[in-house]
């Protein structure tokens, strides 16, 4: 039997400290909330701010919220030549010595000694899920999608939570060269 999920193409996005909030927004500044994300407790906040690298600028780049413990950017390779930074694929929240930039909002701006990275491909799976497919937290597994230019993706994260949504999660870049859209089913594949 086929195990599908559906998957979702992450644009690229910050998540900003409460410090780094207030900072560029203004003190005791809280994001106001454009529309939930498919994960409880996430969204995509009305903010966007204009992040500044050594070669160029992305400018108008969406906060998402809640706020969070330390600031982390989320950017696709292809974002990273636009900067002329080199950020390092990785898991969510592992930062050390990835690339820093400069975040401008409209009160101020903050100079980020590090924090950009490429998320590393991924899987939101509720702990109901994990279990009928039968995989476990942090487990690596294939991804398979459909289609004219179908692809098999390789090491993907699998992170289990009871609060999570089924949904896999891959960058623009990764998405536009499978033909994927947000919503279409994918196939997971186990060893």
């Known amino acids: ?11 690229r996005h910050l998540h ?28 995509a906040a009305e903010e966007k701010v204009d992040i500044v690298g050594p070669k160029g600028v992305l400018k108008g780049v969406r906060v998402l919220g809640p706020a969070r413990a330390k600031t982390q950017i989320e950017i696709s390779l292809t974002d990273g030549f636009v900067l002329g930074v080199n950020p390092p694929v ?16 409209p009160k101020g ?7 950009v990275i490429a998320a590393s491909r991924h899987i939101h799976m509720h702990t109901s899920d994990a279990e009928r497919f039968g995989v ?25 939570h009871p609060t999570y949504a089924l949904e896999m999660h891959v960058d623009v870049d990764e998405g536009n060269a499978a033909s994927v ?7 997971l594949i186990i060893e």
């Open 16 to 43: 900003l400290s409460k410090e780094d909030i207030e900072i560029l927004f203004g003190a005791g500044y809280e994001l106001s909330k454009l529309k939930d994300l498919s994960q409880p407790g996430q969204f």
């Open 181 to 187: 859209k947000n919503g279409e089913l994918v196939e």
């Open 1 to 11: 039997m086929a195990m599908k999920l559906p998957i979702a193409l992450s644009n």
């Open 109 to 115: 701006e903050v100079q980020l000694k590090e924090g």
């Open 136 to 160: 476990v937290d942090k487990q690596r597994v294939k991804v398979r999608t459909s289609g004219d230019r179908s692809v098999v993706f390789e090491n993907v994260l699998v992170r289990v």
């Open 90 to 105: 990785r898991d969510s929240g592992d930062t050390a010595e990835s690339p820093g930039v400069t975040i401008i909002g």
